[in-house]
């Protein structure tokens, strides 16, 4: 970053560790009194090497390391990943898993919702918000837990298919939660919808016009909030969305309100399509037939030695894909996340590389602070949503 002016202005370094940042971020701020003139993320804090980590790992056992990329969506994370390895094998998940793959998706975007809902408005001392929001993000982790085992690591989605069935009570549990949402969503709306001390924070603050929105590539809520329709799952539909009946929420002040505004609408549209998705859940298998992709049921073993030597080859040598490869986006809660996944035929991925929205859209950070006071810098951090995990990967 190029200091305009050393001798009158101040440097001022936020983080790595500061309540704002939503993370291990550190910004260097350059101030003319309060008023920012300078701002560049510092990123890299939490680097982990995970897209070379996969490359020594078979497709399977490195879907465990996408869970930790943006760990408020792991289902997402999971989902790209899993979806970019189908398309190089060339199949195609059972209805009902692709299915049950939605309903999940669905739920892991109203979590991942609720925490940039409940941080984003402590920020700005909405310490209310915070506490309901976080009370029905546990539900789902809940929820999640009943299906894998595990409230955020999931890792149930599986090349071909589902890590298993969902349980019985899974679907009753996803009807209650359907019926008590949108009372939660009304709280949540009536304590900051038209708070006055929430309307002078964020009207107004961090605009963004649609043509900068599309020159600097943020996607989501970000983009959505100044007017651009663009949506991957109604863009590019994936898992069946072009079966089900939802809006993609537009506003068109480009402000942190307005991207306030859209992702409280998207958590209304989630909700559409969790009851869609569930109402018309099919019957069926949650896994594809192909023993080489997919283990063969625990029942199998004992009476087919041919299945004991598939199960044996699966988890020891895991298995082959094409060579090729293969770009594949997904619209997860921060917008448009992208898997570029190649393959050299061989058990393990010769190279895979993402596009994580939060990386791009806090790419806009200094362009959206620039002028306005550092106070407003917290108010923006938190409305672009970002999860440094998937930044520095």
Not at 113 to 140: K, N, P, Q
Request: charge should be negative; proline fraction near 6%; hydrophobic fraction near 40%.
């Amino acid at each position: 970053m190029e200091i305009e002016d050393a001798e009158e202005h101040m440097l001022l370094s936020m983080g790595p560790q500061h309540p704002s940042t939503h993370g291990v971020l550190r910004l260097l701020v350059e101030l003319d009194g309060e008023t920012v003139v300078n701002l560049a993320p510092d990123i890299g804090f939490l680097h982990t090497g995970i897209e070379k980590n996969m490359e020594a790992k078979t497709y399977t056992k490195a879907l465990v390391m996408t869970d930790r990329m943006d760990y408020l969506s792991p289902m997402s994370n999971n989902l790209g990943y899993i979806l970019a390895i189908e398309k190089l094998l060339g199949v195609e998940a059972t209805p009902r898993a692709q299915a049950i793959r939605v309903i999940l998706t669905e739920l892991q975007r109203v979590a991942s919702h609720l925490v940039w809902l409940g941080t984003s408005a402590l920020d700005l001392a909405a310490m209310t918000v915070f506490l309901y929001a976080f009370r029905e993000r546990e539900y789902i982790l809940d929820l999640f837990e009943m299906v894998a085992g595990q409230r955020m690591m999931v890792s149930y989605f599986r090349p071909g298919g589902l890590w298993r069935d969902i349980p019985d009570e899974f679907v009753p549990a996803v009807r209650h939660f359907l019926d008590f949402m949108p009372g939660k969503i009304a709280d949540y709306e009536g304590l900051l919808k038209n708070n006055p001390i929430f309307l002078k924070r964020t009207k107004g603050v961090g605009v963004v016009t649609a043509e900068d929105a599309i020159a600097w590539g943020l996607t989501g809520g970000c983009l959505r909030g100044s007017g651009v329709n663009y949506d991957v799952r109604k863009a590019n539909p994936y898992c069946g969305y072009e079966q089900y009946d939802f809006d993609v929420p537009l506003e068109t002040d480009g402000d942190v309100y307005a991207r306030y505004r859209v992702r409280v609408a998207e958590i209304w549209q989630s909700l559409r399509i969790i009851e869609q998705a569930i109402n018309k859940l099919p019957d069926g298998p949650v896994q594809i037939s192909d023993r080489k992709i997919v283990p063969p049921p625990r029942s199998e073993l004992g009476k087919s030695m041919e299945a004991v030597i598939h199960h044996f080859k699966l988890w020891t040598e895991g298995f082959s894909v094409p060579a090729g490869f293969v770009y594949l986006a997904i619209e997860s809660p921060r917008g448009e996340f992208g898997v570029y996944l190649r393959s050299d035929g061989g058990p393990k991925p010769a190279r895979v590389h993402f596009r994580g929205p939060s990386y791009v859209n806090l790419a806009s950070l200094p362009r959206m602070s620039k002028n306005l006071f550092v106070a407003d810098v917290v108010a923006i951090i938190g409305s672009i949503d970002i999860v440094l995990g998937e930044i520095d990967r």
